[in-house]
Structures are given as C-alpha cells and as structure tokens.
C-alpha cells in the first residue's frame, strides 16, 4: 500500500491554465504539506495543514491555494500557471504531537508549463 | 536565521570506495537533523536522523552520519559505496518553534564503476 500518494504523476500545461494536484496519506497522519522542488533540485516548504487548519504559508503567490477537505487529503490548486511554476511539487506527512517531525513523501508531481 | 548548507553539490566517486557527505546547519535553537535520499524520479526516503542522544546514527543501506555540536555539522558517510547508491542526497532540519523542515541545497552523488 502506498503511504503518500500523488495524481497526476506528471502534468503539462500551458500558461494561463488552472490546474490541481492532489495528495492522499493511509498512514493515519494529522498533518500534510506541500513542497516546490525547483530545477536545480532545492526543496521549499509552500505549505503545512494541520487537522485541516493552515499552518505554515510561507510567501507563496495567491494563485496557489492548498485545500484540505479531511486530515488524509491535501489538494494544490494553481490558478494561472506561469511558467516559472514549472517544479515538482511534493506531499508530505507527519504525526503532530511527537517530539520529532518525521515527514513521509509522496513520489511527487512534475509539473511542467509551456 | 535557521539554514542547512551541502558543502558540495556534486560528489563522483568509485564504487566500494568510501564517501563523506557534508552538512552543516545554522540554527540558535535545537534542531533535529535528518538526511534523506532521492533517487531517479522518486520521493524521498528517509535515511536517518538525529533527534538526541549518541552522536553516532546508523540508517539504512549502510549509512551513517555524526552529529558535531561544536561544528554545527552532521556529514554523511558510508564505508563503501555501490551503484545502487547514485541518487541526491538532501540533509534536513526540524527547526523547532517554526514547526518546519529546512532543507540543504541537496548533493549528488555519482559511483562511478
């Protein structure tokens, strides 16, 4: 069974387009996330849900909203593609209230906008 | 400011040959550190971490990394490589009160044969 699942596997788009990724965890977790991997391969947090509530947003543009509809599922949606949106964009769980933030990813989604 | 830094973006060495992967973090409250792998167009997979106790942590596939307090570092290392091991390796840090991972720029490590 896979922990952190991702779908599509791969997206392209042309810019103006909105499109969404979404994220699901069968590990029974409480808190999801999304990060950006760029083209030189640096991972950045975008956002963290904990218990559906937005945790972190860190600086991302408005045209990216993460919508949780329960604790397994963290959508992206993106409005307007620009192709400096071009990454791969990864999902990631934890458990809230260890003492540690061991976070499990999904195989990620590359998106790619021409 | 909390950061990691990956002193070296791409590491090629032979395969059974030892390898070292440097990690340092920036940080003016606890962390928790970790090293993750990524292969090919996957996900990434969790190596090892620190958390507290012995400095010395051993991980999957044969890795190990030291945790240095005094150094702020936290370098990876195996004893001998395979081909199986080519991917890019990112070191990470909880960053406690922030609630979030910080990531190193990520290193790539080639076993040549």
């Known amino acids: 069974d896979t922990a952190v699942s991702q779908t599509p596997k791969y997206l392209v788009t042309q810019m103006g387009n909105d499109k969404s990724i979404k994220c699901e965890q069968n590990?029974?977790?409480?808190?999801m996330y999304w990060y950006k991997q760029d083209s030189k391969k640096f991972l950045k947090i975008m956002f963290s849900y904990n218990n559906k509530e937005l945790i972190i947003n860190e600086t991302v543009p408005n045209r990216f909203s993460p919508k949780s509809p329960d604790k397994a599922h963290l959508n992206l949606h993106i409005n307007s593609l620009e192709l400096g949106d071009s990454a791969v964009y990864f999902c990631?769980?934890?458990?809230?209230?260890?003492?540690?933030?061991?976070?499990?990813f999904g195989p990620g989604t590359r998106l790619t906008v021409l | 400011a909390q950061s990691v830094t990956q002193l070296d973006s791409q590491v090629p060495v032979f395969e059974e040959a030892p390898v070292e992967l440097r990690c340092n973090y920036s940080?003016?409250?606890?962390?928790?550190l970790f090293w993750y792998v990524q292969y090919p167009n996957q996900g990434l997979q969790l190596l090892l971490k620190y958390l507290s106790g012995s400095t010395l942590v051993k991980g999957i596939n044969g890795f190990e990394a030291e945790f240095n307090k005094s150094q702020t570092s936290f370098h990876l290392r195996k004893p001998s490589v395979h081909i199986s091991d080519t991917a890019e390796y990112f070191c990470?840090?909880?960053?406690?009160?922030?609630?979030?991972?910080?990531f190193g720029q990520g290193t790539r490590l080639t076993i040549n044969p």
């Open positions: 590990l029974g977790h409480d808190t």
């Open positions: 990631a769980s934890s458990q809230a209230g260890t003492t540690y933030n061991e976070q499990f």
């Open positions: 990470a840090a909880f960053i406690q009160g922030a609630q979030k991972l910080v």
């Open positions: 940080s003016s409250v606890s962390v928790y």
